[in-house]
């Protein structure tokens, strides 16, 4: 019969309230039975748990033992009362000489047992000792018995405590999960949607998402931002399941009640611990309302940021004293401080001293700073000190964060928590000697990859020079051809006959540039960065002027040269018109060049398919033909059949090579079909949705002065691009003065007054990223002069080259001249602006009135006061240059208070002042305008203050 004590249905609730019957071994446990071993000399020792039939061995030394009957254990005795149990010879014991234990295996002979008792009465196990031999047992060690099995009981409430604090941070998340205003949406490896919070489910305007994903984006009516149907493969969710990152993905949602939504979201592959694709995540949100929603939120987070900042977790308390920190006696201390300190909640709370005594002495000016820092300067202050407990001794580490807040009667809270972080004190010491020799390993590696970039970069810069020559001496040429062909075709007395000439030098000079564009960054076309600009175009027109471009070197060679367009073909389509011209042409170009006699046939048919077209572009000539063994080498980059094709005909062998690359761009195929003798048929494929005709969109525009006459500087050594540039802007009405190389602009500036400097870049003497340089350092109006690049250099690197010497803009050479006199008017329109003096301080009038509902007015007065004096020490005195260094840091610490408090402008300038600093940009003019919105800002605070 095994004995049950009285309260056995409230302690088998203890116990499983401990959450420990079944869980895995744990060293401390594991540590106290080998303690135990060692300290009584017997050969096992074990930690049990009683549960209602079984007694389960949480720890155990000297034995393997796991769940037994609890009929015939002795611990079934042990929690009958709180004393030792001890059994000297339990063979003659008549407690225990019928216990299987004593009468088979491991057939023990001696036995103590000390009961873990939770509080009084309550016991849920015991840590008990066997042996195989009868054995005296004293009270002293009945004592130290005890003393261990105490140990055992504070590391069991500790465990419960840690699972509780566990459960509440997983219970937290899901409650956050399912109350977030973003919607989410996962799926498993195959694309099945597995998880979709309440917030994407409302955002589609349904109860639950379940679909396949196949049918996900007619289901849900989901279309592309511009209103057509979101093909299922290309959604963001399905591009996420096949591996890419998708960020900042925009699209419509057409619920079914009938509402339409503009959705916003990002999606990424979710990977395992091995880092294989396990599903994908969408995060998306409902972006149809998004500033109304932004400026909810912004408001929401500071009430919930003033409701949060005197809530501490953890071990909790509050302490009180009189306005000068006197009189110290704490008000509330949470139990938890009881097993942290081994200190009852009721002594400290009868006399805080004791509290402060188990702060060790080095420590004690520690937390005394740090209290009298809070009542001087009114803040929170974070400290950590070493404490011993008043139980054990133990020397252990204590972070206490703590915040004060002022009673009525003027006296004093501070709400605080104090947290034990001895194991991350411990960690954090592990991972210093860590981190020393990863240190060294990282060096000796970071060695090596400068070497290998060193290397790279090498290569890459011998390109881009190569590329920068290049481009200039093509591009310069091609500047006058385009140029003067717009001033002529603009000639009233151009007859038609002409009229036609120059417009075909135009549209071949431009699809010159667009080839010489495409060849000159090869590299681009290599790595497959080319974008495409897609917009609907007329077939038939493309056709006709891609043979226009070519008749005449057709006829010259006695060819017929005809377009053959198949019935049915649509009149528009969507696709990249430059793009298609130029892949046309290479075509037709090498069939004129390889063709000595007879026709060159480009032919076009199409496939209607589901809103679109599969379009078959087809150029047949009766040219030379090509071996079937040598056509694969055609698509390869600088590739021809054979040498004497090079010296014969010309050609880099790119051409076929940059084709390929665009018509895969495009999703389509290219090949051929041939025969020695024969001629060739080189075709494309392509898919491209149909469309109307383009019409230019209705716009709302703010009234614009018309374009004003500007007086203006053109910087260039070439005559030829000197009288051009200067005809196109004198036709346009404006004042133009030419000079010719750098150091007369410099000269020019500080003695006329311009509205704007056109700045060549290669010239002989000082070219005109030096010339811009030495305005921008001029003492002189001048210095802020707007200059943009007017330049045949226009790859990237050097484009951000011109913005770091302090140019605004760049147009590049040929140029178009809507865009260049539309440059002119952006920046020298700026000109026109009133001074930023006569302006405002740019107050947001609803974040200032936000931050006064949440701090009230007393706390924003103060932080006023504390903006003037930070904004006079942060970014210099009136009329000086600070230092780049020290002025970044200032306009960074300025940029968060600014903007919380509604000096908008104030934080945008603070922003483009520390960007330019870091960069190692001109600064110059961002001072004075920074010190001038400094002015406006001053002001506006004491006017909000006098309000």
């Known amino acids: 019969m095994v004995p049950i004590p009285p309260n056995e249905a409230e302690r088998l609730r203890a116990l499983q309230d401990l959450r420990i019957l079944g869980s895995a071994p744990e060293p401390h446990f594991d540590a106290v039975c080998r303690t135990a071993c060692a300290l009584f000399s017997v050969p096992v020792a074990l930690v049990t748990l009683v549960d209602a039939d079984t007694l389960w061995a949480k720890a155990s030394c000297g034995i393997a033992v796991g769940t037994i009957p609890r009929e015939g254990a002795f611990c079934s005795r042990t929690i009958l009362s709180d004393a030792v149990v001890v059994a000297e010879d339990a063979a003659c014991d008549a407690r225990f000489a019928d216990s299987p234990l004593v009468t088979g295996a491991p057939h023990a002979r001696f036995y103590a047992g000390a009961p873990l008792i939770l509080r009084t009465g309550l016991r849920v196990g015991s840590l008990c000792l066997l042996d195989v031999v009868p054995r005296t047992f004293s009270d002293a060690q009945s004592r130290q018995l005890q003393d261990l099995a105490e140990i055992v009981v504070a590391h069991l409430r500790l465990r419960a405590a840690n699972a509780d604090k566990a459960q509440a941070v997983a219970d937290q998340q899901s409650a956050i999960l399912a109350q977030l205003a973003e919607g989410v949406i996962v799926t498993d490896a195959e694309g099945r949607i597995a998880l979709v919070n309440e917030a994407a489910a409302a955002i589609h305007g349904v109860a639950r998402l379940a679909v396949a994903p196949d049918d996900y984006s007619d289901t849900y009516h989901l279309y592309t931002e511009d209103g057509l149907p979101y093909a299922p493969l290309e959604l963001p969710l399905a591009r996420a399941v096949r591996g890419e990152t998708v960020r900042d993905a925009r699209w419509r949602i057409q619920r079914p009640d009938g509402s339409e939504v503009l959705a916003i979201g990002n999606a990424q592959p979710l990977r395992g611990p091995q880092g294989d694709r396990i599903g994908a995540v969408l995060t998306l949100r409902d972006d149809t309302a998004r500033e109304a929603v932004t400026r909810r939120l912004r408001e929401s987070e500071a009430r919930m940021r003033a409701l949060t900042d005197n809530m501490p977790s953890g071990m909790v308390f509050q302490l009180a004293a009189g306005r000068d920190g006197s009189g110290r006696r704490f008000l509330h201390l949470s139990r938890s401080y009881e097993r942290l300190t081994g200190l009852s909640v009721e002594t400290v709370l009868a006399d805080a001293r004791v ?37 054990t001794g133990e020397v252990r580490w204590a972070r206490i964060v703590s915040a004060p807040r002022e009673l009525s009667d003027g006296s004093l809270i501070w709400d605080g928590i104090l947290i034990d972080v001895t194991e991350q004190k411990c960690t954090s010491e592990a991972l210093r000697e860590l981190n020393a020799t990863l240190a060294q390993r990282v060096a000796a590696r970071t060695q090596e990859a400068d070497a290998a970039r060193q290397e790279a970069e090498a290569a890459s810069l011998a390109k881009s020079d190569f590329l920068a020559s290049m481009s200039h001496e093509i591009r310069t040429p091609l500047n006058g051809i385009l140029g003067y062909t717009d001033l002529l075709l603009e000639h009233a007395a151009l007859d038609l006959g002409l009229r036609r000439y120059g417009e075909r030098i135009r549209s071949a000079g431009s699809a010159l540039l667009t080839i010489v564009d495409d060849i000159l960054d090869f590299s681009t076309v290599e790595a497959g960065r080319i974008a495409l600009s897609p917009a609907p175009l007329a077939l038939d027109r493309l056709a006709e002027e891609a043979a226009a471009i070519v008749r005449l070197s057709a006829e010259l060679k006695g060819l017929a040269l005809r377009v053959e367009a198949a019935p049915g073909l649509p009149a528009f389509v969507l696709g990249d018109r430059d793009r298609l011209r130029q892949v046309l042409l290479n075509l037709l170009n090498n069939a004129v060049k390889f063709t000595a006699s007879g026709s060159v046939v480009l032919a076009i048919d199409a496939t209607r398919i589901a809103g679109a077209a599969r379009l078959r572009f087809a150029v047949r000539d009766t040219g030379i033909g090509i071996p079937a063994a040598k056509q694969h080498l055609l698509f390869a980059r600088f590739s021809q059949i054979d040498g004497t094709i090079r010296r014969e005909f010309g050609g880099t062998g790119l051409g076929l090579a940059i084709s390929k690359r665009l018509v895969e761009l495009m999703g389509g195929t290219i090949g051929l079909d041939s025969e020695v003798g024969r001629g060739a048929t080189f075709w494309f494929e392509v898919a491209l949705p149909l469309a109307e005709p383009a019409s230019a969109p209705a716009q709302v525009l703010a009234p614009q002065p018309p374009p004003g006459r500007r007086r203006l500087l053109l910087v260039e050594d070439v005559v030829l691009n000197q009288e051009l540039a200067h005809a196109v802007l004198t036709r346009a009405g404006h004042a133009v003065d030419v000079v010719s190389g750098g150091a007369e602009a410099i000269a020019a500036v500080q003695q006329k007054p311009y509205d704007l400097v056109l700045m060549d870049i290669q010239m002989p003497g000082m070219d005109g990223i030096t010339a811009t340089r030495l305005i921008r350092a001029l003492d002189h109006p001048a210095s802020a002069l707007p200059i943009v690049a007017m330049t045949a250099n226009v790859l ?30 952006r920046w020298a329109r700026r000109g026109d602006d009133a001074p930023v003096e006569a302006g405002s301080a740019g107050l947001d009038r609803d974040a200032f009135e936000g931050m006064v509902a949440v701090l009230g007015r007393g706390a924003i007065d103060r932080l006023l006061l504390t903006l003037v004096e930070e904004l006079d020490g942060r970014l210099g005195p009136e009329g000086t240059l600070p230092d780049r260094d020290s002025l970044a840091e200032g306009a960074h610490a300025m940029i968060s208070a600014t903007a919380m408090l509604g000096f908008s402008d104030l934080a945008t300038l603070c922003r483009e002042v520390e960007t330019a600093c870091r960069a190692g940009a001109d600064y110059r003019a961002l001072v004075a305008r920074l010190h001038a919105q400094r002015r406006l800002t001053v002001g506006q605070i004491a006017t909000l203050r006098a309000a």
């Open 796 to 825: 990237p690197q050097q484009i951000a080259r011109y913005r770091a010497a302090g140019m605004q803009d760049h147009v590049g050479k040929p140029f178009e001249r809507a865009a260049l006199l539309a440059t002119i008017e």
């Open 355 to 391: 509290a402060y005594g188990l702060i060790l002495p080095e420590h004690h000016v520690v937390i005394a700073e740090a209290e009298a820092r809070s009542i001087r300067d009114w803040a929170p202050f974070d400290v950590e000190v070493r404490f011993r407990r008043a139980d």
